[in-house]
């Protein structure tokens, strides 16, 4: 893993969005799902390829790594697929994999807590939509990668086991800036979908991708079967968007700077397929 960094700082339109009042009445409205599905459809559509030149050099994107393709839509090129040998996977079976692009934070569930970030508490029962399953993960460990605009949107699996039905909980779409963090209950309001997956490794993990502002869709590919360390789970559409890997107590031993980053406010930078935790 690399050297944990500072979140980048908020835009002037996400400061006036969630911190003055007229903001948040245009916030009401940009963060619906209404507006994330016809934002969506826009995205999906062939008028869109002309996002995608200004995106590329705004975010200052290298195609060299990314599968050659004619992109039908800009939706077709934010979820563009990364060349093999560019995200190598630990298939080492005590090695616990980062299933995605993104900045890594870390928390220890202590009782019913999940993520204390700021002035906001998410609690297990919440965030499940009060499915009885948080009470397996109390004591464990929660794993929060932030993905931003520029980063990889495909995601895999963290290990090899057989993975349950998709479950979907409806809701609105905040962005996931640590901005939102601070006055708004990210993780238990937006719309987020979970599996639960008895790994060979790991236990009972519950992998978690929460949407964010403008994300038109969350895509998993897989119900009910069997899956593959590294095996590609889904891809989010446009915006950037979240993942929660949850872990039951003394399953995995992660490294301490981890959790002091956290804490003091910082986050990891990590690849797809590189390895985050070691098996207990």
């Known amino acids: 893993m690399e050297a944990p960094v500072r ?12 911190h003055n009042m007229a903001g948040r009445l245009a916030l009401k409205l940009l963060s619906s799902r209404t507006v994330s599905i016809v934002m969506g459809c826009f995205l999906d559509s062939s008028f869109s390829k002309g996002l995608i030149r200004p995106f590329i050099k705004s975010h200052k994107i290298s195609l060299k790594e990314y599968e050659d393709k004619e992109y039908r839509c800009f939706n077709d090129f934010f979820c563009r697929k990364i060349r093999k ?23 220890r569930m202590k009782q019913d807590m999940v993520i204390p970030v700021k002035q906001s508490r998410y609690s297990l029962k919440s965030l499940f939509a009060e499915n009885e399953i948080y009470r397996e993960y109390e004591g464990g460990v929660c794993l929060v990668y932030r993905l931003c605009v520029n980063h990889y949107h495909r995601y895999c699996y963290v290990d090899n086991g057989m993975k349950g039905e998709n479950r979907f909980i409806p809701g609105r779409l905040h962005t996931v800036r640590p901005i939102a963090l601070e006055t708004v209950p990210v993780f238990t309001e937006n719309c987020r979908e979970y599996t639960v997956i008895d790994t060979e490794n790991f236990g009972r993990v519950v992998q978690m991708e929460v949407g964010a502002m403008l994300v038109g869709k969350i895509l998993n590919y897989h119900g009910k079967q069997k899956v593959r360390k590294g095996q ?49």
């Open 85 to 107: 040998e560019q995200r190598p996977v630990d298939a080492r079976p005590e090695a616990l994999i980062a299933p995605c692009d993104g900045f890594l934070s870390a928390y």
């Open 232 to 280: 590609e789970k889904g891809r989010f559409l446009y915006g950037g968007s979240t993942i929660l890997v949850l872990l039951r107590k003394d399953q995995v031993k992660l490294p301490q700077s981890l959790f002091q980053a956290t804490a003091e406010g910082l986050e990891v930078p990590v690849k797809q397929g590189e390895m985050v935790g070691i098996k207990c």
């Open 7 to 18: 979140p980048d700082k908020d835009s002037a339109l996400l400061k006036f969005l969630y």
